[in-house]
């Protein structure tokens, strides 16, 4: 009878072992000693990262990062090609990662550049960069599926623009219309036209500043940007402006800039 007892005890254990579900692994590249080796750009992959942990190596790096936690992270190893700017997006993961870019090795690490979602960062030839994925919300679920993409970020936008020799001014406001166009192509995410205007009129000088933002999308645009003196009122007459047109990517810009002396009238 008590064999009988030990044997349907026996049969059970193994029951639940085999039922049991299987745990999954901490990804390969959990640890600094595991960082997947990029062999170059463009690159991205998904992974879960439900196992994976965070050690000593994290909190060095995020002396100089202050990221609110580390958890579930995982490294890889880039060694840049050429100068250029990297672009690093997790935004497409299923929980809230950060991003931090470190050169060095583990007990000398130099943090060069960190950030949630997406962050970029200037990669010199031959320099080897860590980039570190991680869970950033404290106390949070420990990962998920990790979205990751790295690659070459665009070059900067290019810009060209004129400035037309004949302005206005407003005698009832007394501000001024500069105008002109400009020319620009790539990928933006910031554009602006900046003029400052500077006329004597009689013993003053008066000086002003306008703004303006700008389409690029490759074609030749028209602009207009109303100053408004900060010491006086502008008059008609020659007056001398500083025009500078930027436009500014995901990590880098293209400007462009003019100074002439316009004639305003009324």
């Not at 942990?53 to 090609?81: F, H, I, K, Q, R």
């Not at 970020?153 to 001024?176: N, Q």
């Amino acid at each position: 009878m008590r064999r009988a007892t030990i044997a349907t005890c026996l049969v059970t254990i193994m029951s639940l072992v085999l039922a049991a579900p299987a745990l999954a692994a901490a990804p390969t590249n959990d640890t600094y000693a595991g960082r997947t080796i990029l062999a170059g750009l463009p690159f991205s992959e998904t992974l879960d990262t439900t196992e994976a942990t965070t050690d000593a190596d994290d909190v060095a790096w995020n002396t100089n990062c202050g990221a609110p936690a580390t958890e579930a992270s995982v490294w890889y190893e880039l060694t840049a090609a050429t100068d250029g700017g990297v672009i690093v997006d997790v935004t497409a993961s299923d929980y809230s990662a950060g991003i931090a870019v470190v050169t060095g090795s583990p007990g000398s690490f130099v943090t060069e550049a960190c950030g949630p979602g997406i962050v970029g960062f200037f990669a010199g030839a031959g320099t080897t960069y860590q980039i570190v994925a991680f869970d950033d919300t404290p106390g949070g679920t420990n990962g998920g599926m990790l979205s990751i993409s790295i690659e070459e970020a665009p070059p900067p936008p290019e810009v060209e623009m004129t400035v037309d020799r004949v302005g206005h001014f407003d005698s009832r406001s007394g501000s001024a219309t500069i105008t002109g166009t400009i020319t620009c192509s790539g990928e933006t995410e910031f554009t602006s036209i900046d003029v400052q205007l500077r006329q004597r009129v009689g013993r003053l000088i008066i000086n002003g500043f306008g703004s303006t933002d700008f389409a690029c999308d490759g074609t030749t645009h028209d602009w207009s940007v109303e100053v408004i003196g900060d010491n006086g009122v502008f008059k008609g007459g020659k007056a001398a402006t500083v025009v500078f047109g930027v436009a500014c990517g995901a990590f880098d810009c293209g400007e462009a800039s003019a100074e002439t002396t316009v004639q305003l009238k009324g």
